[in-house]
């Protein structure tokens, strides 16, 4: 199956502070991608569709200027949490479209604690 | 709006018995299709099987097998021969056609005893 990675896997940040995570796709390209949060003993959450030139689409409730996507090539999305808070700490995973069309890949997902 | 529903919130099974989850789905689209992913307390979402709802053959993948039953819109997961890397939280997923999201039920949690 398709390879997607993702970086950091554990981030500690201070309140206040920014963060990026990364998320690959390795062997494939991926036009579109995912973006979820976890909550513990929880589903997926989606929190924004990341499309390849242009701006995400976010889920209703989560807030765009606070969690900043950008997928400027075919092989690399970022999520960036700006001015982090302590409710932000979760498990952030991404996930991109492979092949064969129609399946959805993880990347191994990162944990974000902010202190 | 598409939704996926797990009723069961934990199950158990015996090493090497035979173990079924339940999903139910609700769509009004006739292209889609279905998942099963698994996640160990690693937290990686692994999968398991899909299913393109034009096929009528269930998918089967070694010990992982599925009854898709369209009309009734519904997707278990058989999981044969249970082993204990078997223990998970186990979900389904629908996707529509195109560039949607994946839609989650709230999972499964699959404990294998020894």
């Known amino acids: 199956g398709a390879v997607v990675s993702q970086h950091p896997s554990r981030v500690i940040c201070k309140s206040g502070t920014s963060v990026k995570i990364e998320c690959r796709s390795l062997d494939f390209q991926a036009t579109t991608m995912f973006w979820y949060r976890q909550f513990p003993k929880q589903s997926l959450m989606l929190m924004a569709t990341s499309n390849e030139g242009s701006k995400a689409t976010y889920e209703q409730g989560v807030e765009k200027d606070k969690f900043l996507i950008n997928h400027a090539s075919l092989t690399l999305s970022t999520l960036t949490v700006t001015s982090a808070h302590p409710e932000d700490s979760s498990f952030y995973i991404c996930?991109?479209?492979?092949?064969?069309?129609?399946?959805?890949?993880f990347g191994e997902g990162s944990w974000l604690t902010v202190v | 709006a598409q939704t996926v529903t797990q009723s069961q919130p934990e199950m158990s099974v015996q090493e090497a018995e035979t173990v079924t989850l339940s999903c139910t789905y609700d769509t009004s689209e006739s292209n889609y299709y279905l998942f099963w992913y698994k996640q160990p307390p690693s937290r990686q979402m692994i999968l398991v099987i899909r299913q393109e709802a034009y096929k009528q053959q269930n998918a089967t993948e070694n010990r992982f097998s599925v009854n898709f039953q369209k009309a009734a819109k519904s997707f278990s997961l058989k999981i044969s021969d249970s082993q204990l890397g078997d223990t998970a939280m186990y979900f389904c997923?629908?996707?529509?056609?195109?560039?949607?999201?994946?839609?989650f039920g709230k999972g499964t949690r699959l404990s294998v005893i020894a």
């Open positions: 996930s991109a479209q492979g092949v064969p069309g129609n399946t959805i890949y």
């Open positions: 997923a629908f996707r529509g056609s195109g560039n949607t999201p994946l839609v």
